[in-house]
């Protein structure tokens, strides 16, 4: 931003000059703000206030939006920083009395008003953009492909299956495929509090894009709750395996890849590695 210096904004300019130290000191304390985070902005609107261009201010104070929605600092604190420099200011002008001081500062004002505006602006945005990191970052926490047996892969869902975690749960379930060479992938739904038409087709997509990848899917962890909803929804699954538990799900994906399970006594299965 460009603008012309008047007679006023001149007077403005030669009073932040010579009185550097205690205006930055005076806008410290107003503003609770450490002056070193100040005092590089003070200097860069002292001569923007001279030149009329206002790009580097903008550039320093969207360093320092950033920097403090990373911090997590509110955003009152964030735009007080900036509009506190107004009541130093005014301060300023107050004491010297000068009717072009005067007028000057109601232009001061403005701009102080529309650079507060944009500190907020960049502020938001930043927040925004750390908040949508965040919640990607927590997906990809919330949504693991673990490796239970060789060739066998498992998906543990916890939580609402919806549009964008089908999608991570794709993504990251084809790379393991990819990775490990399984022929097997079992998509565990204990976790998952209740299925609907939606839920359904969220499945059957991860399902489907594991079989073109050569891999055999189940589903499993349908509790008889599950079970009643999806039939009275009127929901297909058409070949897709579906079991009770984890457990059952892994016994059929050991023995569909040739490993014999034989059962010694009640309380212990011995897994024999052979292939059949």
């Not at 009395?97 to 403005?110: C, H, M, Q, T, V």
């Not at 998509?187 to 050569?214: C, F, S, W, Y």
Request: aromatic letters at 6%; a negative charge; hydrophobic letters at 45%.
């Amino acid at each position: 931003m460009t603008i012309s210096t008047t007679a006023a904004q001149r007077r403005i300019e030669d009073l932040l000059g010579s009185h550097e130290a205690q205006t930055l000191k005076r806008w410290q304390e107003i503003s609770e703000t450490p002056a070193d985070e100040l005092r590089e902005l003070f200097l860069a609107l002292r001569a923007a206030v001279g030149e009329g261009d206002f790009s580097d201010v903008r550039g320093l104070l969207a360093d320092f939006s950033r920097s403090r929605a990373r911090l997590g600092l509110p955003p009152a604190q964030t735009s007080r920083a900036v509009f506190g420099l107004k009541e130093a200011v005014y301060e300023l002008v107050e004491a010297d009395g000068d009717p072009e001081a005067l007028r000057g500062y109601i232009w001061f004002s403005k701009l102080v008003d529309d650079l507060g505006l944009f500190t907020f602006e960049t502020y938001s945005a930043a927040r925004e953009k750390i908040i949508r990191d965040q919640a990607e970052q927590l997906l990809e926490l919330s949504t693991p492909v673990v490796k239970l047996w060789e060739g066998i892969v498992a998906v543990p869902l916890i939580g609402t299956l919806d549009s964008a975690r089908t999608q991570v749960v794709m993504e990251k379930l084809l790379q393991m495929l990819v990775e490990t060479g399984s022929e097997h992938a079992v998509i565990d739904i204990t976790g998952v509090p209740a299925v609907d038409t939606e839920v359904a087709q969220h499945l059957l997509k991860t399902v489907a894009a594991a079989r073109l990848m050569g891999a055999e899917c189940s589903i499993s962890g349908i509790s008889p709750q599950i079970a009643h909803t999806i039939v009275t929804l009127g929901i297909e699954f058409g070949d897709i395996v579906t079991k009770a538990t984890l457990a059952d799900a892994l016994s059929h994906a050991l023995q569909r890849s040739g490993v014999e399970l034989r059962r010694e006594s009640s309380a212990r299965i011995a897994v024999k590695a052979e292939r059949a």
